[in-house]
């Protein structure tokens, strides 16, 4: 199964509000994550079940979507939030991740 | 706290083998299902196995199948990934995560990682 995230770089300003897209090449239901990775560190895991929080992640950070087209919203960037995002499913094997969307500085 | 600290990496010729371990605290190591999620340099994000809190059931991705074996030590709260017959496309960070339950193949906390170089 594919996942397919867009677009690749978005550039945004500080305070002003992203979303990031991911679309999986057949329905996954809601078994979707988004992970947060910035240089040298390892990835976070942000939203699980397509919209749920993660433990200690605030409420800008918001998932929605279900089936195959999901999106990710940060409502106003913090400098924090400059970073890479990813999709993965977990509705079937094997696991598979989308290939990124880099959020960067406007 | 939960901690996961991979070890084993380094460099390694083609069709050589290595072994990482991952040494996991913080958390009843039973109870969760355990991931090896690789990154190339420069690249994004690959799945390559997953094992059940048992170990009964293990999962690999298709370019790592018949190389690769996973598998856990209950009592040593140790994850380990058996690379076989490796290849200059393996070369990679593996990072060992924890699945957010034995059900639900999601991964809610990460290790730093350690280096693989396939290189001759």
């Known amino acids: 199964m594919v996942m397919t995230q867009s677009p690749a770089i978005l550039a945004v300003s500080p305070g002003e509000r992203a979303s990031l897209s991911c679309r999986a090449s057949?329905?996954?239901?809601?078994?979707l994550a988004w992970y947060q990775q910035n240089p040298g560190q390892a990835p976070r895991l942000l939203i699980h079940?397509?919209?749920i929080r993660a433990t200690g992640i605030p409420p800008r950070f918001s998932g929605s979507g279900s089936g195959t087209e999901f999106t990710l919203t940060i409502s106003s960037l913090q400098s924090e939030d400059f970073a890479v995002y990813y999709c993965?499913?977990?509705?079937?094997?094997?696991?598979?991740f989308g290939g990124g969307t880099k959020v960067e500085i406007k | 706290e939960v901690q996961l600290l991979e070890s084993g990496g380094g460099f390694v010729q083609p069709g050589g083998s290595l072994r990482l371990s991952c040494t996991a605290s913080?958390?009843?190591?039973?109870?969760?299902?355990m991931a090896w999620v690789r990154q190339a340099p420069g690249k994004g994000l690959e799945w390559v196995s997953a094992?059940?809190?048992?170990?009964?059931?293990?999962n690999y991705a298709d370019s790592v199948t018949g190389r690769f074996s996973i598998s856990r030590d209950i009592s040593g709260n140790t994850l380990y990934l058996q690379m076989n017959s490796l290849r200059a496309e393996d070369t990679a960070v593996y990072h060992c995560?924890?699945?957010?339950?034995?059900?639900?193949?999601?991964?809610?906390?990460w290790g730093q990682g350690t280096l693989v170089t396939v290189s001759s």
């Open positions: 094992i059940s809190r048992s170990g009964g059931d293990t």
């Open positions: 913080g958390f009843t190591f039973s109870s969760y299902a």
């Open positions: 057949q329905s996954v239901s809601s078994n």
């Open positions: 993965q499913q977990y509705n079937k094997w094997p696991l598979t």
């Open positions: 079940g397509a919209s």
């Open positions: 995560a924890k699945g957010y339950s034995n059900d639900w193949y999601f991964f809610d906390s």
